[in-house]
């Protein structure tokens, strides 16, 4: 875990400020240590909330920051709102872990082919 919290910086938020907006691509999730945070989108002439959150949940629009697609969600403070902000550093670090699992893996099943070929 502490080589993931070294990751990640505080920003503040004002009341109405954005951390997304839709069709921009992110390359940051957050997690929200005071305040309150919305995703919504506009369809036709409403917004339409997909979630609120509050202290403790994240937020990212997740085919944004894992695909780097365009984000779907408009991401925005409704109040002063401090969160905790990673960028890709963090699916790096995972790439990482990942492959030296896969790696540890397939010398494990290796070694067990050897054995049983013994």
Same mark, same amino acid.
């Not at 990640?8 to 005071?34: E, H, W």
């Not at 002063?80 to 896969?102: Q, Y």
């Given at each position: 875990?502490?080589?993931?919290?070294?990751?990640?910086?505080?920003?503040?938020?004002?009341?109405?400020?954005?951390?997304?907006?839709?069709?921009?691509?992110?390359?940051?999730?957050?997690? #929200?240590?005071?305040?309150?945070?919305?995703?919504?989108?506009?369809?036709?002439?409403?917004? #339409?909330?997909?979630?609120?959150?509050?202290?403790?949940?994240?937020? #990212?629009?997740?085919?944004?920051?894992?695909?780097?697609?365009?984000?779907?969600?408009?991401?925005?403070?409704?109040?002063?709102?401090?969160?905790? #902000?990673?960028?890709?550093?963090?699916?790096?670090?995972?790439? &990482?872990?990942?492959?030296?699992?896969?790696?540890?893996? &397939?010398?494990?099943?290796?070694?067990? &082919?050897?054995?049983?070929?013994?």
């Amino acid at each position: 875990m502490s080589k993931i919290s070294g990751f990640f910086k505080p920003l503040i938020l004002n009341n109405g400020d954005y951390f997304l907006k839709t069709a921009t691509q992110t390359d940051r999730l957050g997690f #929200v240590q005071s305040g309150i945070m919305r995703e919504f989108v506009f369809l036709e002439d409403k917004e #339409v909330t997909k979630w609120i959150s509050t202290k403790g949940y994240f937020v #990212v629009d997740l085919s944004s920051f894992i695909f780097g697609h365009p984000a779907r969600w408009n991401i925005q403070a409704l109040a002063d709102t401090e969160i905790f #902000v990673i960028n890709n550093e963090l699916r790096t670090i995972m790439l &990482i872990d990942l492959i030296s699992s896969i790696a540890l893996l &397939i010398t494990s099943i290796a070694y067990w &082919i050897n054995l049983k070929s013994k």
